[in-house]
Nanobody, 126 residues
Framework: QVQLVESGGGLVQAGGSLRLSCAAS??????????MGWFRQAPGKERELLAS????????YSLDSVKGRFTISRDNAKNTVYLQMSSLKPEDTAVYYC?????????????????WGQGTQVTVSS
Protein backbone atom coordinates (compact mmCIF):
# COMPACT_ATOMS: atom_id res chain seq x y z
CA GLN A 1 0.00 0.00 0.00
CA VAL A 2 1.25 3.46 -0.92
CA GLN A 3 1.89 5.88 1.91
CA LEU A 4 2.48 9.61 1.48
CA VAL A 5 3.79 11.68 4.37
CA GLU A 6 3.90 15.48 4.18
CA SER A 7 6.16 17.68 6.26
CA GLY A 8 7.36 21.27 6.39
CA GLY A 9 4.17 23.07 7.29
CA GLY A 10 3.95 25.64 10.06
CA LEU A 11 3.33 29.24 10.96
CA VAL A 12 4.94 31.93 8.83
CA GLN A 13 4.49 35.68 8.44
CA ALA A 14 3.06 37.15 5.27
CA GLY A 15 5.77 37.51 2.65
CA GLY A 16 7.67 34.55 4.03
CA SER A 17 8.55 31.20 2.51
CA LEU A 18 8.10 27.52 3.28
CA ARG A 19 9.11 24.31 1.56
CA LEU A 20 6.79 21.36 1.88
CA SER A 21 8.02 17.84 1.35
CA CYS A 22 6.11 14.65 0.63
CA ALA A 23 7.86 11.32 1.02
CA ALA A 24 6.37 8.27 -0.64
CA SER A 25 6.84 4.70 0.43
CA UNK A 26 5.40 1.34 -0.57
CA UNK A 27 6.64 -2.11 -1.33
CA UNK A 28 5.21 -2.22 -4.84
CA UNK A 29 5.01 1.45 -5.71
CA UNK A 30 7.41 2.88 -8.26
CA UNK A 31 7.40 6.58 -7.39
CA UNK A 32 9.16 7.55 -10.60
CA UNK A 33 6.33 6.08 -12.72
CA UNK A 34 3.59 8.48 -11.62
CA UNK A 35 2.81 12.15 -11.68
CA MET A 36 2.36 13.84 -8.30
CA GLY A 37 0.35 16.80 -7.15
CA TRP A 38 -0.11 19.27 -4.33
CA PHE A 39 -3.55 20.34 -3.14
CA ARG A 40 -4.83 22.56 -0.36
CA GLN A 41 -8.07 22.94 1.50
CA ALA A 42 -9.01 25.99 3.52
CA PRO A 43 -11.81 25.94 6.11
CA GLY A 44 -15.19 26.02 4.40
CA LYS A 45 -13.69 25.66 0.94
CA GLU A 46 -13.23 22.81 -1.49
CA ARG A 47 -9.91 21.13 -1.98
CA GLU A 48 -8.06 22.71 -4.90
CA LEU A 49 -5.19 21.49 -7.04
CA LEU A 50 -2.21 23.82 -6.79
CA ALA A 51 0.39 22.08 -8.91
CA SER A 52 1.19 18.85 -10.67
CA UNK A 53 4.45 17.38 -11.95
CA UNK A 54 4.99 14.61 -14.46
CA UNK A 55 6.75 11.36 -13.62
CA UNK A 56 10.12 12.57 -14.87
CA UNK A 57 9.68 16.11 -13.59
CA UNK A 58 9.99 17.62 -17.06
CA UNK A 59 6.45 18.95 -17.21
CA UNK A 60 4.51 20.90 -14.60
CA TYR A 61 1.20 22.64 -14.11
CA SER A 62 0.43 25.42 -11.63
CA LEU A 63 -2.80 27.10 -10.65
CA ASP A 64 -2.85 30.68 -11.90
CA SER A 65 -3.27 32.13 -8.42
CA VAL A 66 0.01 30.57 -7.23
CA LYS A 67 2.00 30.74 -10.44
CA GLY A 68 5.26 32.57 -9.85
CA ARG A 69 5.01 32.03 -6.08
CA PHE A 70 4.77 28.23 -5.72
CA THR A 71 7.07 25.75 -7.47
CA ILE A 72 6.63 22.00 -7.58
CA SER A 73 9.63 19.71 -8.01
CA ARG A 74 10.56 16.11 -7.36
CA ASP A 75 13.56 13.95 -6.59
CA ASN A 76 12.88 10.43 -7.83
CA ALA A 77 16.01 9.10 -6.16
CA LYS A 78 14.52 10.13 -2.80
CA ASN A 79 10.88 9.28 -3.65
CA THR A 80 10.01 12.83 -2.64
CA VAL A 81 8.01 15.68 -4.13
CA TYR A 82 8.37 19.27 -2.96
CA LEU A 83 6.37 22.46 -2.99
CA GLN A 84 8.43 25.60 -2.59
CA MET A 85 6.20 28.46 -1.50
CA SER A 86 7.26 32.09 -1.40
CA SER A 87 5.58 35.48 -0.99
CA LEU A 88 3.01 33.78 1.19
CA LYS A 89 -0.27 35.53 1.89
CA PRO A 90 -2.82 35.07 4.69
CA GLU A 91 -5.19 33.58 2.11
CA ASP A 92 -2.69 30.76 1.56
CA THR A 93 -3.61 29.45 5.01
CA ALA A 94 -4.89 25.90 4.57
CA VAL A 95 -4.11 22.25 5.02
CA TYR A 96 -1.79 21.16 2.23
CA TYR A 97 -1.90 17.65 0.80
CA CYS A 98 0.25 15.77 -1.64
CA UNK A 99 -1.27 13.10 -3.84
CA UNK A 100 -0.22 10.41 -6.27
CA UNK A 101 -1.70 10.54 -9.76
CA UNK A 102 -3.02 7.51 -11.61
CA UNK A 103 -0.97 8.44 -14.65
CA UNK A 104 2.60 9.48 -15.51
CA UNK A 105 1.56 12.74 -17.18
CA UNK A 106 0.63 16.00 -15.47
CA UNK A 107 -2.84 15.54 -14.02
CA UNK A 108 -5.16 18.51 -13.57
CA UNK A 109 -8.27 16.93 -12.08
CA UNK A 110 -8.67 15.67 -8.49
CA UNK A 111 -10.29 12.57 -9.99
CA UNK A 112 -6.96 11.65 -11.55
CA UNK A 113 -5.40 11.11 -8.11
CA UNK A 114 -5.85 7.95 -6.09
CA UNK A 115 -3.63 8.21 -3.01
CA TRP A 116 -3.47 11.14 -0.56
CA GLY A 117 -1.29 12.12 2.33
CA GLN A 118 -2.65 13.13 5.73
CA GLY A 119 -1.96 16.81 5.16
CA THR A 120 0.18 19.47 6.79
CA GLN A 121 -1.11 22.77 8.16
CA VAL A 122 0.22 26.04 6.76
CA THR A 123 -0.77 29.21 8.57
CA VAL A 124 0.22 32.63 7.25
CA SER A 125 -0.14 35.52 9.66
CA SER A 126 -0.68 39.10 8.53
Amino acid sequence: QVQLVESGGGLVQAGGSLRLSCAASARTFTFSSYAMGWFRQAPGKERELLASISYRGDSTYSLDSVKGRFTISRDNAKNTVYLQMSSLKPEDTAVYYCAKAKYPRVSRSPYEYDVWGQGTQVTVSS
